[in-house]
């Protein structure tokens, strides 16, 4: 099992509609979470991090944790165009003195206009 | 505030030679992380520094090495390179790299091995 999980997609949404990328994680200690975007050719740039049971809204974005489903999903409204690109979930475990940051595959996004 | 640069931006080397990237954080950051991008692989870990001690390795061969400076400024080196190393290799920077603390990335060097 990995241990950061993601469909690849592409997944394909029209514009102005809500995209919903999704992310598993097998380490039950993980602490800490966050979605990436890499547009092609680009290094990945942060846009949301949580920490916490819950939601968190950052303008568009929203993210969301649950920690007892070890799930967590980032959620786009009103999708862009310019929001195609490679979303990337990542977990910081810092477990037992683990200092690094594990990625999923990514998941595609293409928003159509 | 600068971003984490590193340098060089491209790099084209011969198999069997040896490359050294560098990776310069944002002010304040101590801990520095690389990783190997490739199409297959995705985001693979290589190493972690923190205060000039290597605090994690990822699972990747003796040719990998990295060291850090007093100044938080980190190199990696490959050598004996090999055509499956061509790969855009990425720094990313943090505080601390402790739980609750974010990495930001830096633009990347994108080696090419012929």
């Known amino acids: 099992q990995k241990e950061v999980e993601q469909n690849s997609g592409p997944l394909s949404v029209p514009e102005g509609a809500i995209a919903s990328l999704n992310c598993t994680y097998s380490?039950?200690?993980?602490?800490?979470f966050f979605w990436y975007r890499q547009y092609s050719g680009k290094s990945p740039e942060l846009i949301m991090f949580?920490?916490?049971?819950g939601d968190k809204e950052d303008g568009r974005f929203t993210a969301q944790l649950n920690k007892a489903s070890q799930y967590v999903s980032l959620l786009i409204r009103d999708s862009q165009p310019s929001d195609s690109a490679t979303y990337l979930c990542?977990?910081?475990?810092?477990?037992?003195?683990?200092?690094?940051?594990?990625f999923g595959t990514g998941t595609r996004l293409k928003v159509l206009a | 505030k600068a971003g984490v640069t590193q340098t060089p931006r491209y790099l084209i080397k011969t198999r069997g030679q040896q490359v050294t990237l560098s990776c310069s954080p944002i002010?304040?950051?101590?801990?520095v992380s690389w990783y190997q991008q490739t199409p297959g692989q995705g985001l693979q870990f290589l190493f972690e520094?923190?205060?000039?001690?290597?605090?994690n390795k990822g699972n990747f061969p003796g040719r990998f090495s990295g060291r850090q400076f007093s100044n938080s400024r980190s190199e990696m080196n490959v050598s004996t390179l090999e055509l499956g190393d061509s790969a855009l290799y990425l720094c990313?920077?943090?505080?601390?790299?402790?739980?609750?603390?974010?990495?930001?990335f830096g633009q990347g060097t994108r080696l090419t091995v012929v």
């Open positions: 380490d039950r200690g993980s602490q800490s």
């Open positions: 520094y923190f205060s000039e001690t290597q605090r």
């Open positions: 002010s304040g950051h101590r801990s």
């Open positions: 949580i920490y916490s049971n």
């Open positions: 990542a977990v910081n475990p810092w477990t037992s003195g683990t200092y690094k940051y594990i």
């Open positions: 990313a920077t943090s505080t601390t790299g402790n739980r609750n603390t974010e990495a930001f």
